[in-house]
């Protein structure tokens, strides 16, 4: 079976940093997806992990705990652009995402 | 940006009315999917493909059906569209399944269907 559970909303100020956490409980996980949605527009792909670790890539990281079904995405130094929501994606075998419901991160100036 | 396509983009139909939703690529990946996001659920899978002719059910499929008879064609059909399939649906396409960088899913813009 598959539970996601991510914070619903968050708020930061501009020039911040907001840290989203991810906790899963995926049959045949191999990987974790992070993607970032606009209102209105689709999702587009941030970052994967499938090993246990930080991945950085400019100012968004992304960290992986496989034995404790925990990530996080890390967004620094945050812009007004960056408001938008994240979600948390685990991979099952099959290339099957299941996604969660997303956390909205409004940024304040 | 992956060259996917969705048609049409909006539609409103009526209950009881068959619908067909069209997804196009460009880049010659294996496998495709359909999604439907509603608030309060986030994004859900209907039905994937990975390759002609081959297609698999996901957590959502009751009422959907697909067909993918070309490798750049992913259609979904809606058999008799109820207000319940009200939603944005959105078409995604990935190269292969590695366990690698190249498992990642790309998403077409969406299509929003309103079922009165």
């Known amino acids: 079976g598959q539970n996601i559970d991510q914070p619903t909303e968050m708020t930061a100020t501009e020039g911040a940093i907001v840290q989203i956490n991810c906790t899963y409980q995926t049959s045949g996980f191999n990987g974790l997806f992070w993607y970032q949605q606009h209102a209105g527009e689709a999702p587009t792909f941030l970052s994967y992990?499938?090993?246990?670790g930080l991945e950085e890539k400019g100012r968004f990281s992304s960290f992986l705990s496989r034995s404790k079904g925990y990530s996080y995405l890390l967004l620094k130094e945050l812009q007004m652009k960056d408001s938008a929501s994240y979600l948390c994606a685990p991979k099952a075998a099959g290339n099957k995402l299941t996604f969660g419901g997303g956390t909205r991160v409004l940024v304040k100036p | 940006d992956a060259g996917i396509t969705q048609s049409p983009r909006h539609k409103v139909t009526e209950t009881g009315t068959p619908v067909t939703l069209r997804c196009h690529q460009t880049e010659n990946h294996r496998y495709m999917y359909w999604y439907r996001q509603d608030p309060g659920h986030g994004l859900r899978l209907i039905h994937y493909?990975?390759?002609?002719?081959?297609?698999d059910k996901g957590e959502v499929s009751d009422g959907y059906s697909v067909s993918r008879s070309k490798t750049e064609d992913f259609l979904l059909t809606l058999e008799s569209a109820t207000s319940s399939q009200t939603s944005v649906y959105f078409c995604a396409i990935s190269e292969g399944e590695t366990g690698g960088i190249t498992d990642t899913q790309y998403f077409g813009p969406g299509t929003r269907l309103t079922v009165l």
């Open positions: 992990n499938v090993l246990d």
């Open positions: 493909s990975y390759g002609v002719k081959d297609t």
